[in-house]
């Protein structure tokens, strides 16, 4: 079952206007959602992050630099620390030791997973956390509404340009044929889409992406290709996958994780051959 939020229980926190948009970190620092520094194009930046788990380190000095519009994979074997790595990113789980950057200036290590979201890193989770009941169309309406930069009454109407946002990402998703279906009845990979037009409303610099292709049909899993490479650009990607044929349509940089760190970083062609990505992973 998927999850179904209740957009009554749907409390909006703050009224801040989109441009100025502000809020503390946890410990006072304050940011603004504009002050993304990409000065030297590094919109992602790890540098010797660790984490342990009972004395296991899930991540060990892991290091990593996502250029701004980038389309990055990720890859590697079971446990190699994918998800716990998009955990330091979004603010789930905090380092042991390390720096973890958003652009030159946001230390994401010293922010709450609310205020990573605003500043603009988004995550999909592999449930698609969309309101079943509602339609294509609603669901993207109320991750609009609910975007707090934008909040507005979940009850006032769309101007023209807000219709047109929501008609834009129907697109891009390709669901503007199924904008009056309930979300409920759609297939498996049109609630996935769904849930990363949702996620597109709120106009994300990053986008964290773990396993999106896990349960679609080959035909959904080559359109998810071609739509994350024509968000690239726009949005940096961080796709974790272990399905190659999806990584290769995707064409980007591959970065292979094991056991914490990086293990080989390259072409798709060039970490296939690598032998120690063989050994640990690919020739499983
Ligand atoms: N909250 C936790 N408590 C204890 N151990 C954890 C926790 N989260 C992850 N681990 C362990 O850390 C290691 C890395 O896990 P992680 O989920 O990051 O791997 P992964 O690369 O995403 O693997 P998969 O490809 O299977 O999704 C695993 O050994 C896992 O059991
Ligand atoms: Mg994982």
Redesign the pocket.
């Known amino acids: 079952m998927n999850k179904v939020l209740d957009p009554q229980g749907v409390r909006p926190e703050g009224l801040n206007d989109r441009e100025n948009w502000e809020g503390p970190a946890s410990d006072g620092h304050v940011f603004r959602a504009g002050e993304l520094d990409l000065s030297h194009k590094v919109i992602l930046y790890l540098d010797d992050i660790s984490v342990s788990?009972?004395g296991?380190k899930?991540l060990n000095k892991l290091n990593l630099a996502i250029d701004a519009g980038e389309l990055r994979c990720i890859i590697?074997p079971?446990?190699?620390?994918?998800?716990?790595?998009m955990d330091v990113i979004t603010g789930k789980t905090r380092p042991d030791e390390g720096k973890c950057f958003f652009g030159q200036t946001i230390d994401l290590t010293r922010m709450t997973e609310p205020e990573i979201a605003h500043a603009g890193i988004g995550r999909k989770f592999q449930k698609p956390t969309i309101f079943e009941h509602h339609t294509a169309f609603e669901n993207l309406e109320l991750a609009m509404k609910m975007d707090k930069r934008v909040w507005k009454s979940l009850f006032a109407a769309l101007s023209d340009d807000e219709y047109d946002r929501v008609s834009d990402v129907l697109r891009q998703i390709r669901l503007d044929h199924e904008a009056e279906r309930p979300a409920g009845l759609l297939s498996h990979g049109q609630k996935q889409w769904l849930e990363i037009g949702m996620l597109l409303m709120q106009e994300p610099r990053l986008l964290l992406l773990d396993e999106p292709v896990a349960g679609m049909t080959d035909d959904e899993t080559e359109r998810t290709a071609e739509l994350f490479v024509s968000l690239a650009g726009k949005h940096s990607l961080v796709v974790?996958e272990?399905d190659m044929s999806f990584v290769e349509a995707l064409g980007g940089l591959v970065t292979v994780?094991h056991e914490g760190s990086v293990l080989a970083e390259g072409d798709l062609a060039t970490v296939q051959n690598d032998q120690r990505v063989i050994e640990v992973y690919l020739g499983r």
Not at 78 to 85: D, L
């Open positions: 788990f009972d296991f899930a590697g079971n446990g190699a620390g994918k998800t716990t790595m974790v272990h994780l």
